[in-house]
């Protein structure tokens, strides 16, 4: 009989201590991209308008050319630092979650570890699990916490979209671009670009929310290939994915409210990795939620990648969407793929 409670955190120890994000400062409209493309969607017959339509994002954002992922994440880390209270020499853990990276090596996160001047004796490495990796970053940290091992951690994540945006216009422009080129490059024209960093803690000193944990699930076999992502491109099978991620998020969800007792509609805020529209309607109606919880990142800054998740929480924070003893379930899933739910009291 399989444990259902493998794959499973539960913290008694970790709080947040401080959160941060950034917005990229340059705004690219749906409809500026659908004009750049023009020529190809009068040859291909794809009526104006499909971008926005299809995935209800109106706009996503864009760093300044040149922009390094190092540059933003270490920006955010400073940021989440200084609202924490915690000093720098404390931090004994730094993990970089994003899926854009400055090199193959060295590891972003060492770069990220020197600009900021943090501790040698903070661990530091990159994390990659697609848009799960803030994710699965928060509970590799809160573990380390739980077991004695550090008393702080950060996890950040900075996430650059510009070169694979521009690619891929470049290549969907040209005279070789077919209806099915266009369909399955079409995610990459919805991917925005963001940075965002959490400070964790032990839970022994003043402040600080509950980061309780959660459940992780994957079903990878035969779904590795349903979205594909590489520096200059992202080749997605959108309904394979749709269809393989609710299925998961569905089991993942259920087995998650089974093993922790879970109130499932209980929570004030749910805060999912969002990609669409389409996406995130099907999720709510999928684990039978209310979508009015569920506040929106993806109209106005399309998908963020793994800096998604806390970014919609700390947007949620600032707007006064997420206050003093809400219920905030952390959710997503990833390209893989794989699945998670995290609970966080605030």
């Known amino acids: 009989m399989v444990d259902s409670m493998r794959a499973a955190q539960r913290y008694d120890q970790v709080v947040i201590t401080g959160l941060a994000h950034l917005d990229a400062p340059n705004v690219v409209g749906s409809t500026e991209l659908e004009d ?59 993990i970089n979650t994003s899926v854009s990276r400055d090199h193959l090596e060295p590891s972003t996160a060492s770069i990220v570890h020197g600009r900021m001047e943090l501790p040698p004796e903070a661990v530091n490495f990159d994390l990659g699990n697609a848009c799960l990796g803030f994710l699965n970053g928060m509970n590799l940290v809160a573990t380390m916490i739980e077991r004695g091992e550090i008393d702080h951690g950060l996890v950040v994540a900075g996430e650059t979209s510009l070169f694979a ?28 670009s963001g940075a965002v960093a959490m400070v964790l803690s032990r839970a022994d000193g ?6 309780l944990g959660g459940l992780g699930r994957a079903s990878t076999t035969g779904n590795a290939d349903l979205c594909v992502g590489q520096a200059d491109e992202m080749r997605t099978d959108t309904r394979g994915l749709l269809m393989a991620g609710m299925e998961l998020a569905g089991r993942t969800w259920k087995e998650a409210v089974d093993s922790f007792s879970w109130d499932a509609a209980g929570y004030d805020v749910y805060c999912l990795h969002q990609v669409s529209k389409v996406h995130t309607r099907a999720v709510a109606e999928q684990l039978q939620l209310a979508e009015e919880r569920f506040p929106s990142l993806y109209p106005r800054f399309g998908n963020i990648g793994p800096a998604g998740v806390p970014t919609v929480l700390s947007k949620a924070v600032e707007d006064g969407t997420v206050s003093d003893g809400s219920r905030v379930m952390l959710m997503g899933v990833g390209s893989g793929i794989n699945a998670a739910a995290a609970e966080v009291v605030w």
Do not use: C, N
């Not at 299809?54 to 922009?67: A, F, M, Y």
């Not at 003043?206 to 980061?211: A, I, L």
């Open 36 to 94: 750049r493309l023009g020529d190809t969607l009068a040859r291909l017959r794809i009526t104006p308008g499909l971008l926005e339509k299809l995935s209800g994002i109106v706009e996503r954002r864009v760093w300044d050319e040149g922009t390094r992922p190092s540059e933003v994440a270490a920006r955010a880390g400073e940021e989440a630092l200084a609202r924490s209270g915690v000093d720098r020499e404390a931090i004994g853990a730094l």
């Open 165 to 192: 945006m521009e690619s891929t216009i470049a290549r969907l422009a040209g005279p070789e671009a077919t209806r099915h080129m266009f369909h399955e490059q079409f995610a990459t024209l919805t991917v925005g």
């Open 206 to 211: 003043p402040g600080g929310h509950r980061f």
